[in-house]
């Protein structure tokens, strides 16, 4: 089998010829092959970091699962501010930038910084005075170099060509975070009157996306309904009330289209696992991480869901991948295939994003466990 055919078979429930393995390496490890700083690809597009993720890959030969990396962009051009990106701060560990855009004869700034890291990802929506900036920087110069790039159909189209056979490419529809971050966690308390009118924008929105999605010419081969930390900043009756409803919405409308569904949420994630595979059509969920970072038992996971949904995961990233050593790769990688591996529906995978200095052995080991001890008789 392909990579493609071995992914397909699995989300569409059937066996493949070997278990298929996608460790979560999405950001971290391509930034560091491409041997260039990592501001490089983030703020300056060289390349983009969904292509670089592509090149890692396969230089791992791995199953993979681009689920949402490419970020497809169907909005229509509207009206309001030129906005333009600045350097307001730069050393030799970080590129911060803020947006601005000139209004009534002065220029207006952007209430928050990104900042870019030489050997990390970014960080975006940063207040500038909680890093010893000025709301209104002294001294800024325009950010020149950024390569161009296409984040509509042509964009995706493109970017499944680089992949080819080596996997599939999925794209966002709906998000299961109505809430993630502070601000929105005051903001729904605040205003509970608003909660009703929130999640019907959600669902209509997911709607119009969702059918713009299925008109393009080149579709992507599964749709993204999840969110980092779903159950972080969220209650289950939160996520219940105001993301569920969207994620629903679109599950019903991918699953009459016979187009494959899935959520990443990494933290706690079993009363997410129980909903999705009790309530709805989803077809793959991860990273059902271990405690302390989630509350996942793959093993239970799999007895009591596993004729419902795919399961994919859960190495833990730090104690197994960043420093445990090949023996621990292979067998946590056996341990799980033996819980969750019975009767298809699992893709080996990581608890979440495999840290940056992973050793490459260990990816390799991984990958290797899932293509010899993964063989169905």
Known sequence: MTHRERLLTVLRGGIPDCVPVAPDFSNMI?????????????????????????DCAKYFDIDAVMDGYFPLDLSD?????????????RDAEHIITQLSYQGNGKRIWAPTVDVYYVADPPTWGVPPAKIGLRPKPMRYTPVEGVKPIDRGPNGLKRVKELLGDQGLVGVFVAGSCALSNE?????????????????????????RRFHTLMAMEVKPDFLCVGGSGTL??????????????????????????????HIHSCGPETALVKI??????????????????????????????????????????????????????????????????????????????????????????MVDTARTYGKYQ
């Open 276 to 365: 999705m595979a009790e309530k709805t059509s989803l077809t793959v969920i991860d990273p059902l991480e271990i405690p302390p970072m989630g509350d996942c038992k793959l093993a239970e996971l799999k007895r009591l869901y596993g004729d419902k949904i795919t399961l994919k995961g859960n190495l833990h990233t730090t104690d197994v991948m960043l420093r445990g050593t090949v023996e621990e790769v292979i067998a946590a990688s056996k341990q799980a295939i033996d819980d969750a591996a019975a009767g298809g529906r699992f893709i080996l995978s990581t608890g979440d994003q495999c840290g940056r200095d992973t050793p490459f052995d260990n990816l390799r080991a």
């Open 232 to 261: 972080v900043f969220q209650t289950v009756d939160i996520f219940r009330q105001l993301a569920l409803p969207a994620v629903r919405r679109v599950l019903e409308l991918a699953t009459a289209a016979g187009m494959p569904t």
């Open 183 to 207: 601000d929105d966690i005051l903001n729904y308390y605040d205003h509970p009157e608003l909660h009703g009118q929130w999640a019907i924008e959600r669902v209509e929105a997911a709607e």
């Open 30 to 54: 391509p930034a560091k092959m491409t041997g260039k700083p990592f501001w490089d690809l983030y703020l300056y597009h060289d390349p983009p970091i969904w292509e670089a993720y592509i």
């Open 77 to 89: 051009p509207v009206d309001g501010p030129a906005w333009e990106r600045f350097i307001v701060y």
